[in-house]
Structure formats: structure tokens, C-alpha cells
């Protein structure tokens, strides 16, 4: 585990069998399931402990949990390690900053990675995988609203889409759409992971807030495309959306497709 302030621990790699045990695959394209999970894992190619947190997103991403929810993965490259040697490739302030107010809410020792958040609301190691099970636990008992991408097409102009929300109160929330890339890799020629190939899944290239409702809604929306972001048949990318509370609070309902 590593702090902002570049303060190393030690960390192994907890067991993962209590979760892995029941995990089914749901399929290589997944357009919505009545429980959603994300986990968003705040993470850096120049973090030599963040391997093993990337290697775990690998194994639960779109695969169905024990408690039965979808597990979304998004992988959020942050930018504080860029000055130690090397520059991530898919880092972003965006989510350096989704990470820090993540922090002022959720963990008092501040910014580290690997870091993981569970739907907005619980946070653990990034590899701890006993920790992720017993979020996911928890997490199935609460109730989820109904968030559902009806349609997404993705052309060298952009992503277009549209979806619906219902069965919630009045309460605003924000609605979020992450585009990513299926999967990546960078051969590391400095810092802490020199000399490695390193593997990632559900690489977070744009995060973006798309709307605000209150009540029942369908919306359409356009989404530019992020620098370097692989239009052929065949790049593999998906579109995210997840419905949050107001100040990046609790995720009370996702959906994902492929594009």
C-alpha cells in the first residue's frame, strides 16, 4: 500500500477464495444487471504495490459475486506518482481528484494505492480481497435503484446514449459515465515496476457528470471521445453509468455496456 505521501508498507495479498469460490462469469458483453457493484480501484503503474490490485480487478470484473451482484470494475490511474520516475500512461487528474474527495469522506490516513471503493460508500487495500467480500456482503443488503442503458453507439464522433432511472425518491442525484478500455498493458521502463509488462482491465479513460435528476428519467447523451481512445472494430471498450449521491456520496445504481 502506497500514501500520497509516498510512505511504503508493507502488504500481502489477502486470500481471495471466499470471493472467487462462487464468482460465475456472466459473458463477455453484460448490458445491465439488477444489482450492480462498482469498484473503483485507484491505482498507478509507478506503484510497486499496485500489481496485485490490478491482477484482483482482473478476476471479478463482470463476474457475478457470492451476494449476487454484477462486479463493474474501473480502474482509475492517478497522477501523484508520475513525478517518480514514470509517467502512467493512463493517468489523469480527474481521477486524482475523484480519489481526494473520496479521501476527505472515507479515509482518514488521506490518498494511497491500491486503493478500493466499494459503490462510493466502503474502502479498503486495493488487493485485500477478504475486505472486498465482506463489502460485497454488505452492500447486497441495501436497496438499488433501476438504472438502465438503453441504448450506446460508439462512431469517430463520439459515443451516443441514452438511459433510464427509475424507483428512486426525489433525492438529486448525480448521473456518471465512465468510457473505458477493455484492457491495456505497459511495458515499464523505470521507476518502482521497472522491467515489468504490466496488465490492466476496465481502464478508466474519461469520467464524466452527464446529469442531475430527481424523480423517474430517460436522458440522451453524447460523450467525446478521450485522446487515443481506439475506435476499430474490434478495440473493445464499454460505457459505465452509475447514478451517485450529491458530494460524491453512496452509488445507488450502475449498469454497463459494451461498445
Known amino acids: 500500500m502506497q500514501f500520497r505521501s509516498v510512505f511504503a508498507v508493507s502488504i500481502s495479498l489477502f486470500s481471495i477464495h471466499p470471493l472467487l469460490a462462487g464468482v460465475q462469469s456472466t459473458g463477455p458483453a453484460v448490458d445491465r444487471a439488477p444489482n450492480v457493484a462498482i469498484v473503483e480501484l485507484f491505482t498507478s503503474e509507478g506503484c510497486s504495490s499496485c500489481p496485485p490490485a490490478d491482477a484482483l480487478l482482473g ?5 457475478q459475486s457470492p451476494s449476487g451482484q454484477l462486479i463493474v470494475g474501473i480502474s482509475e490511474h492517478v497522477t501523484y506518482w508520475n513525478s517518480l520516475g514514470w509517467k502512467d500512461p493512463y493517468s489523469s487528474p480527474v481521477f486524482t481528484e475523484r480519489q481526494s474527495a473520496y479521501a476527505s469522506r472515507l479515509s482518514p490516513e488521506g490518498s494511497y494505492t491500491p486503493q478500493m471503493v466499494l459503490n462510493g460508500k466502503d474502502q479498503f487495500v486495493g488487493s485485500n480481497g477478504t475486505a472486498l467480500d465482506r463489502a460485497l456482503r454488505e452492500d ?9 442503458i438503453v441504448a450506446a453507439t460508439l462512431s469517430v464522433d463520439g459515443v451516443d446514449a441514452k438511459f433510464s432511472l427509475s424507483g428512486h425518491t426525489s433525492k438529486p442525484l448525480d448521473v456518471i459515465a465512465v468510457l473505458t478500455d477493455d484492457a491495456d498493458r505497459s511495458s515499464v521502463l523505470r521507476g518502482e515496476n521497472t522491467g515489468r509488462l504490466l496488465q490492466h482491465v476496465s481502464v478508466a479513460r474519461s469520467l464524466t457528470r452527464v446529469a442531475t435528476v430527481a424523480g423517474d428519467a430517460e436522458k440522451s447523451i453524447h460523450l467525446p471521445l478521450p485522446d487515443g481512445f481506439q475506435t476499430a472494430v474490434g478495440a473493445g471498450h464499454h460505457i459505465v453509468l452509475f447514478a451517485q449521491e450529491a458530494h460524491q456520496g453512496t452509488i445507488v445504481g450502475a449498469a454497463t455496456a459494451s461498445l
Open 140 to 148: 447486497a443488503k441495501r436497496t438499488h435503484v433501476d438504472l438502465r
Open 59 to 63: 478476476q471479478i470484473h463482470l463476474k
